[in-house]
């Protein structure tokens, strides 16, 4: 599969990233080809989304483009509660940088109906923000609680904060092999 670029230059790109056509019938692995032509919208939710959220944000991003490849899914973060266009706190900007990921233009925005309907799978940091989102959008499936519930860092140390993302990160293969699951669920329905 090549694309062809406005200036006439082609280039061999792989389907999974520049596929916009829906595959004929019959076609070669077609429903799951096209399902993977588009990247799934995963949301990570906390309360102001400025401390949590965009930590998980940043380290889910990383684990999944190593595991699926880049493209596959975009990972956003947002707050149930929260002030839009406030930077991530300091702490979290901090210990997402002692793990080589930066959060520095990160800006808070608040969970809406319409964006939670539109996400692909949405993990919030704890229970009852996950029952807050089901109640929102009235949909049970694509809502999770992140692992184990992460206690709120804010306000807290640096080294509160780095607890926080360690809990992330050890919750983290769990997350990946939801979603894997989930993704082979959707090629068993092609």
């Known amino acids: 599969h090549t694309r062809t670029f406005r200036n006439g230059a082609r280039r061999r790109a792989p389907f ?3 596929r ?3 595959p004929r019938t019959g076609a070669i692995g077609s429903r799951l080809d096209y399902l993977m032509s588009e990247p799934r ?3 990570c939710v906390c309360y102001a989304n400025i401390c949590r959220s965009p930590m998980a944000e940043a380290i889910l ?3 999944l483009d190593l595991r699926f490849g880049a ?5 956003t973060s947002a707050g149930i509660q929260a002030r839009p266009g406030l930077p991530a706190d300091p702490g979290s900007v901090a210990a997402l940088g002692k793990r080589g990921l930066d959060a520095s233009r990160h800006q808070s925005s608040l969970l809406t109906k319409e964006r939670a309907e ?5 993990y ?6 996950a029952q807050w989102i089901r109640s929102l959008i009235g ?3 694509t809502i999770h609680v992140w692992g184990e519930e992460i206690p709120d860092p804010i306000g807290g140390s640096r080294r509160r904060f780095e607890g926080a993302a360690a809990l992330i990160e050890r919750s983290l293969p769990s997350i990946l092999d939801d979603i894997a699951a989930a993704l082979a669920a959707e090629g068993s329905r092609a």
Do not use: D, H, K
């Open 16 to 18: 999974l990233y520049f």
């Open 20 to 22: 916009t056509e829906r």
């Open 41 to 43: 919208e995963i949301i």
């Open 61 to 63: 991003q990383q684990a």
């Open 71 to 75: 493209g596959t899914f975009t990972v």
């Open 118 to 122: 539109r996400a692909w799978r949405i």
């Open 124 to 129: 919030a940091m704890e229970e009852y923000q």
């Open 139 to 141: 949909s049970a499936g």
